[in-house]
């Protein structure tokens, strides 16, 4: 995520919608509402820059203006997915949809001919009918990658943490932020990079940092920092290279052994509004997110949970949730590019039944 550059299209777009008078005393309700519970958080991730150089009276009738276009989308995303619920008491609820989208592009560019060993996964018949990763003791509390467009390394990290955990190891909270400062293998830093890429450099690395030896700063930065390759790296050595899979069976038969890195489309009005509930309409569009998959189950319908690192605030305290057995690629694009680390052998040690699953009969 980064500090939004505002385009003029966009902004007089926006400033030209009249609100009706019978609405502001409403808007105004909500807008102090939105300010108490995120104004804060908005304006540390770089969101409120169009309010800039303006007067307090000018700032407030920008943002009932933002507010009032905001609530027409999240009408419009709420019909088209009726298991799901949106609200502009988000973070994101006074950006535009073209601000939004530029938000998440920086973060994940075209993708580069991928030389990841790749494996076909088949359906299986005795497959639990819902599994939960986060109800082990292997996957940690959500991070927030702040205003830097590094949910590569966010997601690379992650699947590294719960991949040695699952496998018998410890569950470690590695640095991200060696990851935006160091792997220029084809990362940029806080201008996007690709997770299963990241993935493979640090375990040729032979690990990361801790997180307490090497904080995350990207977040207000919005910059890399100075590579630092001196600290203590935690090893890993239950983790192995990526192994790519495509498509919802591979996925559903993969997360039966770990969490799994998945590329999403989520530069869209779904997601920049979604609070919880199952998601089944996603826009046509390119992947522009790196999360983890990290379990999937049933709630009227069939679903992925996600990961995402946009903080507790966001979603189902930072999850999403995805339709599941849509065929192709998935509910935006879930199933269309997916890797996890390859486990090994722990002397027996294995943390891969702590999840939480159910069998159908």
């Given at each position: 995520m980064h500090r939004i550059v505002f385009a003029s299209v966009a902004a007089a777009s926006i400033v030209a919608i009249e609100i009706p008078a019978a609405e502001r005393a409403q808007l105004h309700a909500e807008l102090i509402q939105w300010e108490a519970d995120f104004g804060e958080l908005a304006a540390k991730n770089g969101l409120l820059a169009f309010i800039e150089g303006l007067s307090p009276d000018a700032a407030t009738e920008a943002k009932l203006r933002r507010l009032h276009a905001a609530k027409a989308k999240v009408a419009a995303v709420q019909t088209a997915n009726p298991s799901a619920n949106f609200s502009v008491q988000t973070q994101f609820g006074l950006l535009s949809s073209s601000e939004f989208s530029a938000y998440l592009q920086k973060s994940f560019g075209k993708r580069p001919t991928r030389k990841l060993r790749t494996t076909k996964l088949a359906a299986q018949a005795d497959a639990p009918s819902s599994i939960d990763w986060t109800t082990s003791k292997c996957v940690g509390p959500i991070k927030d990658q702040g205003q830097c467009g590094s949910c590569w390394a966010f997601s690379a990290a992650g699947a590294a943490e719960m991949g040695n955990c699952i496998a018998g190891g410890q569950l470690y909270d590695l640095s991200e932020q060696q990851l935006v400062d160091c792997d220029t293998s084809d990362g940029r830093a806080c201008n996007?990079?690709?997770?299963?890429?990241?993935?493979?450099?640090?375990?040729?690395?032979?690990?990361?940092?801790?997180?307490?030896?090497?904080?995350?700063t990207s977040g207000t930065t919005r910059q890399a920092g100075s590579c630092n390759m001196s600290c203590q790296k935690q090893a890993l050595p239950l983790i192995g290279d990526a192994v790519s899979i495509q498509g919802e069976s591979a996925l559903t038969t993969a997360l039966g052994t770990q969490?799994?890195?998945?590329?999403?489309?989520?530069?869209?009005?779904?997601?920049?509004y979604y609070t919880g509930g199952v998601m089944s309409s996603c826009p046509?569009?390119?992947?522009?997110?790196?999360?983890i998959a990290v379990g999937y189950g049933s709630d009227g319908s069939d679903y992925y949970k996600i990961r995402n690192s946009w903080g507790t605030s966001w979603g189902e305290a930072g999850y999403i949730r995805l339709q599941r057995n849509v065929g192709g690629d998935g509910t935006c694009n879930v199933a269309g590019q997916a890797a996890f680390p390859q486990l090994k052998a722990s002397s027996g040690n294995s943390n891969a039944g702590s999840a939480s699953s159910s069998w159908g009969f």
């Amino acid at each position: 995520m980064h500090r939004i550059v505002f385009a003029s299209v966009a902004a007089a777009s926006i400033v030209a919608i009249e609100i009706p008078a019978a609405e502001r005393a409403q808007l105004h309700a909500e807008l102090i509402q939105w300010e108490a519970d995120f104004g804060e958080l908005a304006a540390k991730n770089g969101l409120l820059a169009f309010i800039e150089g303006l007067s307090p009276d000018a700032a407030t009738e920008a943002k009932l203006r933002r507010l009032h276009a905001a609530k027409a989308k999240v009408a419009a995303v709420q019909t088209a997915n009726p298991s799901a619920n949106f609200s502009v008491q988000t973070q994101f609820g006074l950006l535009s949809s073209s601000e939004f989208s530029a938000y998440l592009q920086k973060s994940f560019g075209k993708r580069p001919t991928r030389k990841l060993r790749t494996t076909k996964l088949a359906a299986q018949a005795d497959a639990p009918s819902s599994i939960d990763w986060t109800t082990s003791k292997c996957v940690g509390p959500i991070k927030d990658q702040g205003q830097c467009g590094s949910c590569w390394a966010f997601s690379a990290a992650g699947a590294a943490e719960m991949g040695n955990c699952i496998a018998g190891g410890q569950l470690y909270d590695l640095s991200e932020q060696q990851l935006v400062d160091c792997d220029t293998s084809d990362g940029r830093a806080c201008n996007g990079g690709f997770e299963d890429n990241a993935l493979n450099w640090l375990v040729a690395q032979g690990g990361l940092c801790l997180e307490s030896d090497y904080p995350y700063t990207s977040g207000t930065t919005r910059q890399a920092g100075s590579c630092n390759m001196s600290c203590q790296k935690q090893a890993l050595p239950l983790i192995g290279d990526a192994v790519s899979i495509q498509g919802e069976s591979a996925l559903t038969t993969a997360l039966g052994t770990q969490p799994v890195m998945v590329a999403v489309f989520a530069g869209n009005d779904a997601w920049q509004y979604y609070t919880g509930g199952v998601m089944s309409s996603c826009p046509a569009g390119h992947s522009d997110h790196a999360v983890i998959a990290v379990g999937y189950g049933s709630d009227g319908s069939d679903y992925y949970k996600i990961r995402n690192s946009w903080g507790t605030s966001w979603g189902e305290a930072g999850y999403i949730r995805l339709q599941r057995n849509v065929g192709g690629d998935g509910t935006c694009n879930v199933a269309g590019q997916a890797a996890f680390p390859q486990l090994k052998a722990s002397s027996g040690n294995s943390n891969a039944g702590s999840a939480s699953s159910s069998w159908g009969f």
